[in-house]
């Protein structure tokens, strides 16, 4: 079944460690997005690709890096963790022309102590 | 400037009443809308979308309703059940753009 998956769904860490976030997606999509979220509040993008080594920032700033090395993965990095980095990480990818926005994978909770 | 705003945080609805979420925009340029649903723990899965185009689009116990004029967009949802309790996300998007600008989301609980 085409999907798109997120691991870890929870992560726990200590500040200064370095951590990736994987996402990977089945359905062959071009465009991949990394979005943040806190509680209560509205998503916002912290990174985008339009294909195989193309890879922006978004609107919103963030210390974190991605890479899309293949089309099927989209992992994101954080060379060193701090408590103000603890978010929900939620990873989406879309196709062309689609009348239904993105697809979500379940997202990440991070937690940075 | 949050240019998708959703300015109630929760609803509370009895279950088999009309579930009514707002949603309202700043930027003119937005020509395409979608409303995600929440599931703690989960990510936002796609509900219903609508043109600009268009003023009303349903999908069986959804209807969207768009207001350009008032540049203000409705999620109903008729009747409403114990499992529709989630949290609702109003995103809007320019064609041509890169992303989708989504508001902070209605937490709506749908009481048995």
């Known amino acids: 079944e085409a999907d798109i998956y997120q691991t870890p769904r929870y992560l726990v860490i200590g500040t200064g460690k370095k951590i990736t976030l994987e996402c990977s997606q089945t359905?062959?999509?071009?465009?991949m997005y990394w979005y943040q979220q806190d509680p209560g509040m509205e998503l916002h993008l912290i990174h985008y690709?339009?294909?195989?080594?193309?890879?922006e920032k978004g609107d919103l700033s963030s210390e974190s890096t991605v890479s899309r090395i293949r089309t099927e993965h989209f992992p994101l990095t954080l060379e060193s963790a701090r408590p103000s980095h603890t978010s929900q990480y939620l990873c989406?990818?879309?196709?062309?022309?689609?009348?239904?926005?993105?697809?979500f994978g379940s997202g990440t909770r991070l937690t940075v102590v | 400037d949050q240019q998708v705003k959703q300015n109630s945080p929760s609803l509370s609805v009895q279950e088999g009443r009309i579930s009514i979420l707002n949603c309202d925009y700043t930027n003119s340029m937005f020509d395409y809308f979608l409303w995600y649903k929440k599931y703690p723990a989960e990510g936002p899965t796609f509900l219903i979308s609508i043109s600009s185009i268009k003023d009303k689009n349903e999908d069986g116990r959804f209807t969207v309703f768009l207001n350009k004029s008032a540049k203000h967009l409705s999620l109903h949802i008729v009747p409403s059940q114990p499992g529709d309790s989630a949290v609702y996300f109003c995103?809007?998007?320019?064609?041509?753009?890169?992303?989708?600008?989504f508001g902070s989301g209605t937490q709506l609980t749908v009481l048995p």
């Open positions: 989406a990818s879309s196709a062309p022309g689609t009348t239904m926005g993105y697809t």
């Open positions: 690709s339009y294909g195989v080594n193309s890879t």
């Open positions: 359905m062959g999509h071009d465009k």
């Open positions: 995103a809007a998007k320019v064609t041509s753009a890169r992303q989708l600008t």
